[in-house]
């Protein structure tokens, strides 16, 4: 296949990917792909057929990913064929709700430098990379805040509990050194240790809000309750009403440093491959992100801390059009007794830690051919104490050194099929990537999306390298 008519193929691939742009996380594909050094990001084991490689600053890697385990946009929306619009329903969203908690889930990783350099028996790497990762926990119970605080076809009152609300949000530069050895011709074992500096964060773990109604003879009151605490540490400037109550709050992004911060962390990566049957089936596992982050600098607390009971409002002179001598507006004072129960005040605080969410990865790929390869990955996520898991089997297609197809399926966080793929070009030194695990085309059943390429320099990178060879090994 002459080398022009394969950009043509890959650049239409490439574009069709991208519109499609309907994707949880790639790394299912990217694990598979025999010569791209991004897969380092998810075994550091792995390794590549080129004896260095270096990820252009800018364009070398950009992956932003959105997930989202409750429902997609049909779950929310129902069409009414009558007027031809998407509605809103509530009821139909709470039907189709999946599991006790809705895991929000978004994460942007830009790689800013990355080198490794392929030795005997292994590789070494380092990389610097700006990580930002966000995590909201929603509980099911939040639905049935639609039904109000009274059941009028059961004629008794309705509480609301919903304190399993959780957020976790923070944007870091991180530092990573590793490398892996080959032991015995067919083992390798690879370990990345990773320096962390946080550039902001927020985390509220500890959320406690109840509604109560209350049965006072006939006539009814509203107890709430919300206790918990936002912890941040981010320059801020605050504002607060005449009571002390937080009014307005602002990050000053001009004082949020660029690189190097006292919010310091550590986390590591570790992997291991086995190769069988003269180099024709590969086996691996890794536990990715194990660690922390320790935040010290312009920590603060917003403190919620309210028990407060609503008794309603005298309505009789807003009814009869008769004017109060205050001259209040009647709406106004409803949300000025409604709104206490968030009051919120802002507090010094202590230094705090925030774990990140490490992944465990295991997967296998076998050499039918040797242009056509057939795999597997499983991976298992932590996030709020709920594990989200993720299965999907993987086709790849290799006409010859220079190009790569690979297809994928399974089940994605949530519960919904993804049909993923990605590419691989080679021309010259210069590598293009593009991979995603679910292109799901039906914008209305997706529940993520994502984005995610790279261009990479390769040195000496030879005729590559394929699951019937052990590239680490000496040639």
Not at 206 to 232: A, F, L, W
Not at 453 to 475: H, M
Request: aromatic share 10%; net charge negative.
């Amino acid at each position: 296949m002459k080398m022009n008519k394969i950009f043509r193929v890959a650049a239409v691939a490439a574009m069709t990917i991208v519109g499609a742009g309907m994707t949880n996380a790639q790394e299912s594909v990217l694990m598979l792909m025999q010569d791209v050094p991004q897969q380092l990001r998810y075994n550091p084991a792995l390794a590549t057929s080129s004896r260095s490689y270096f990820i252009l600053p800018g364009i070398g890697g950009f992956t932003m990913s959105f997930n989202n385990t409750g429902f997609s946009f049909e779950d929310l929306y129902v069409h009414d064929k009558k007027s031809d619009e998407w509605k809103l329903n509530l009821d139909h969203l709470a039907k189709n709700f999946k599991g006790d908690n809705n895991i929000l889930q978004a994460e942007v990783d830009v790689p800013v430098l990355a080198t490794g350099v392929r030795l005997p028996k292994g590789a070494i790497f380092w990389s610097i990379s700006n990580r930002t990762m966000a995590e909201v926990t929603l509980p099911k119970s939040i639905l049935d805040l639609r039904y109000g605080n009274y059941d009028f076809d059961k004629q008794k009152p309705i509480s609301h509990d919903l304190s399993d609300i959780g957020m976790k949000m923070m944007n870091f530069n991180e530092i990573a050194l590793g490398g892996h050895y080959q032991f015995f011709d067919h083992v390798a074992i690879g370990v990345t240790v990773k320096y962390l500096a946080g550039l902001i964060s927020a985390r509220a773990d500890n959320m406690h809000i109840k509604m109560e109604t209350i049965d006072k003879g006939g006539r009814y009151s509203m107890h709430v309750v919300s206790k918990g605490e936002i912890e941040v540490s981010a320059p801020l400037t605050i504002e607060n009403d005449k009571e002390g109550y937080v009014d307005d709050v602002e990050i000053e992004f001009e004082k949020v440093p660029e690189f190097m911060t006292k919010n310091s962390g550590f986390a590591v990566d570790l992997g291991a491959r086995m190769n069988f049957f003269d180099n024709r089936l590969r086996v691996g596992a890794s536990v990715i992100d194990l660690g922390f982050l320790n935040w010290k600098v312009d920590v603060g607390r917003f403190v919620m801390d309210a028990d407060y009971t609503y008794e309603g409002k005298d309505v009789s002179d807003n009814i009869t059009d008769v004017d109060t001598d205050k001259g209040d507006d009647f709406w106004d004072e409803i949300g000025d007794e409604l709104s206490k129960f968030k009051d919120m005040k802002h507090k010094s605080g202590d230094s705090y830690k925030t774990k990140l969410s490490p992944k465990v990865m295991a997967f296998g790929q076998w050499a039918i051919k040797e242009w056509l390869n057939v795999g597997a990955v499983l991976s298992l996520r932590c996030i709020d104490g709920n594990a989200l898991t993720k299965t999907t089997a993987n086709i790849s297609l290799r006409p010859n050194h220079h190009f790569e197809f690979i297809f994928s399926g399974g089940m994605q966080p949530g519960g919904s099929l993804g049909i993923g793929g990605g590419i691989q070009a080679t021309a010259g030194p210069f590598q293009f990537m593009l991979a995603s695990d679910n292109m799901n085309f039906n914008i209305k059943k997706t529940k993520g999306a994502q984005i995610s390429f790279g261009i990479n320099w390769l040195i000496g990178s030879g005729e590559g390298s394929k699951v019937g060879e052990d590239s680490s090994a000496e040639e």
